[in-house]
């Protein structure tokens, strides 16, 4: 019997790492797939209208939130794809609460990166989408449907992107808190 808990308690934190492991990995790819797809949705975002012989266009790069969003994006895609890297070397090394505090850090500036990105651009969305009669702006979602679409969807998955990394930075801190053998 005591052998048997013996055996329990050695698998255990085994186990345990190997789940830990294996979420980091799981949320970095997909923080990786959320930036580069809404810095592709929000960068391929263009629509042309003409209304009654004036030709209007609406893009990304005419609002420096957008952009902002999209240069965001690619940024927090790179360094997630370096934390991936970084995680594997750390798998290998061994279970050091150092390693862990590094990526509890990259992870919370990365989210901050994000969280600062979808602010804005859901500032401006709302506008574009809603309009401010007190200041005399027009919505222009219902001229420029398709480019309002794509800025929405992209803006929707960077969301999904700092849930991500806001259960990447909760995961990195509480490891980096626990001392292991």
Not at 124 to 151: P, Y
Request: charged share 10%.
């Amino acid at each position: 019997m005591a052998n048997n808990e013996a055996k329990f308690s050695v698998n255990q934190p085994s186990k345990t790492q190997k789940l830990f492991i294996g979420v980091q990995i799981f949320f970095r790819i997909v923080a990786i797939a959320a930036s580069v797809a809404s810095s592709w949705l929000m960068i391929t975002s263009k629509q042309v209208i003409d209304i009654g012989g004036i030709v209007l266009d609406a893009r990304y790069s005419y609002s420096p939130e957008f952009k902002f969003l999209a240069f965001t994006n690619i940024v927090v895609g790179c360094f997630s794809l370096l934390s991936l890297l970084f995680l594997v070397l750390v798998v290998r090394q061994g279970s050091n609460p150092n390693h862990y505090f590094i990526l509890f850090l990259h992870d919370l500036a990365m989210m901050s990166l994000v969280v600062g990105g979808c602010a804005a651009a859901t500032t401006v969305g709302f506008l574009g989408k809603h309009g401010n009669s007190h200041t005399g702006w027009m919505q222009i979602c219902d001229n420029f449907g398709r480019f309002c679409n794509r800025a929405t969807t992209s803006v929707t998955i960077s969301y999904l992107n700092m849930v991500c990394l806001l259960i990447l930075t909760i995961t990195s801190a509480s490891k980096s808190r626990k001392m292991e053998a």
